[in-house]
């Protein structure tokens, strides 16, 4: 059986009030807090609860890939969002405490995976600070209005957060530099031109769905095409298309293009990587993993294999199986046939109480008598 992750409770302590504000001490839950996490998917908690865990399978490049990625994004997304476990109050991501506590208590708990390189847990926290971010940004422009007094605008604070915290946060969004940030934040974000279509599936999903449907590894340039276009076939926008039809004829001129280097056609319709990530690759990957693995390695073989290794093993388990009830089966339903023969047959000859039966009782005495019927 699977222990629940338990959180031992601290001090309350009042936030001190110098500007910029500084993070109160976090404190965990009380058994009378409702606090604010979304659910996760229902199938991970079930099965955490029954003592299984669900196995991950990953691609070279690390990344989550197959039924198991959907559930562990939710789980990510819900770990992201849970201000019990991760407190609103700080200032980004990389000062948050507790991160080590509830990848082993949670994630651990729930999926089976090794990863002796270190790069997956990386990637999974770097998903979850990801929610946090994005979860803090939401709910100060839902609950907080700067027409409001600070008194009106602590009694609104999100349902689950401590007074404390939401007013560490509310003096720390106000602050000058904090607001210089965030309207740079904002003007970055209107020059993005790429807005991928493929929802909620990463790009690792659909590439590997995309490769054993072509039969052939698909590479970025592809998947990128792919999720820039509507369900009509079209693209988003002009420039969408122009950048598709440039990559098309790079690997129409050069299919090696295909192949993922830092000169493959992605890399020529778009420029030079930015530093820290790939584009087209989706969560996880840097350009330094990809192209110069050297550097640092790439992909635990040994992760692969072992991974590789119990999908066989629970193959031939589930195989088994359900070979073993079909042969059940199939011997009880030669039996069922048989004792109906016979129960026709004795029927038959009760009626007639003597004489010789018709020509295809015979046939079917002797067919019984062939097969060791009595």
Known sequence: MLRKARFKKGTRVEPPCQQPPAAPPVSSPSNDDDWLIPPP?????????????????????????????GLLSGILGALGSDYSKFPICEKSWAKVRGKDRVYDDC????????DRSGLIKKSFLKQMGKSW??????LFDSHYKPTRTLEQNLEQRPEGIPREHWKWFIEYRN???TKAKCKQNALNRKKQ?????????????????????????????????LNLKRSDGSYIHEE???IGEKIYEIEQLDESTRILSENDSLAQALGKEHPGRVRGMGHGPTPSQLFHPSLQPLVDRAQVEETQRMLCELQAEVTTEKLKRKAIEDELAAEKNKRQEIENVLSYLVKQQCGEPPPDIAVRMNSLDRHGGT
């Open 107 to 114: 994630i651990k708990e729930m999926f089976h995976f090794q």
């Open 175 to 177: 602050d000058s530099a």
């Open 193 to 225: 031109l790429y807005t991928h279509t493929g929802g909620s599936k990463s790009l690792a999903r659909a590439r590997e769905e995309k490769s054993q449907l072509q039969g052939r590894t698909v590479g970025r340039g592809e998947v990128w095409i």
């Open 41 to 69: 998917p229902q199938e991970a908690m079930e099965r955490s609860l029954n003592g299984s865990k669900i196995i991950l399978r990953f691609n070279e490049e690390l990344q989550v890939v197959g039924d198991g990625a």
């Open 133 to 138: 971010k994005n979860t803090r940004g939401r």
């Open 240 to 242: 969408a298309q122009r």
